[in-house]
């Protein structure tokens, strides 16, 4: 693995962590406040600015090379993306287990209490399912931000690529 990627990774990483930071800290995610909008904006922020980041990453490790093909960037992509979504991933489970472990736990009986208003019967299933649910999350947004950055990378690529055409390499034959 190049180094270049794995710092880039964790820069990436560092957007999404800090951004993580201030909806929690401030607690701008409770259900039906003003922070949901504030807390979609924060979102849209975190997600334009790691496809950003992503792509002048991409660029970035384009330039070690003199051919850069789509498939370089996709592999160079993933690679960035993948140990970013576990680090994302891990901090989630840190915040979720030792520095916050009542907020879920908060988050969950607003929820249910919602739900039971409105699906009585769905609150029994989701019941069952709840001592897992914690791993269950991490689990699930560590591929959730893995299968963003790899269709990212996908497109991205597609816009970083350097290749030499058929005309450059017969003259360079000849």
């Not at 140990?83 to 891990?90: A, E, F, T």
Request: proline share 2%; hydrophobic share 50%; glycine share 4%.
């Amino acid at each position: 693995m190049n180094k270049s990627r794995v710092v880039y990774a964790l820069q990436l990483a560092l957007l999404s962590i800090l951004i993580m930071v201030v909806q929690t800290e401030f607690e701008i995610t409770k259900i039906g406040t003003v922070g949901v909008g504030i807390n979609a904006l924060l979102w849209l922020i975190k997600f334009i600015g790691s496809i950003w980041l992503l792509y002048y990453f991409i660029k970035e490790s384009s330039k070690e090379s003199e051919q850069f093909t789509y498939k370089d960037g996709v592999k160079s992509g993933m690679a960035i993306t993948l140990i970013s979504s576990l680090l994302c991933s891990l901090y989630q489970a840190f915040s979720l287990f030792i520095i916050h472990p009542t907020a879920f736990e908060d988050q969950l009986s607003e929820a249910m209490e919602l739900m039971e208003q409105s699906n009585p019967d769905v609150v029994a299933n989701i019941e069952a399912i709840i001592p897992n649910l914690p791993s269950i999350t991490i689990f699930v947004s560590f591929f959730f931000y893995w299968i963003l950055g790899i269709i990212a990378s996908s497109i991205i690529a597609n816009y970083t690529k350097r290749e030499r055409s058929l005309f450059d390499q017969m003259e360079e034959q000849q």
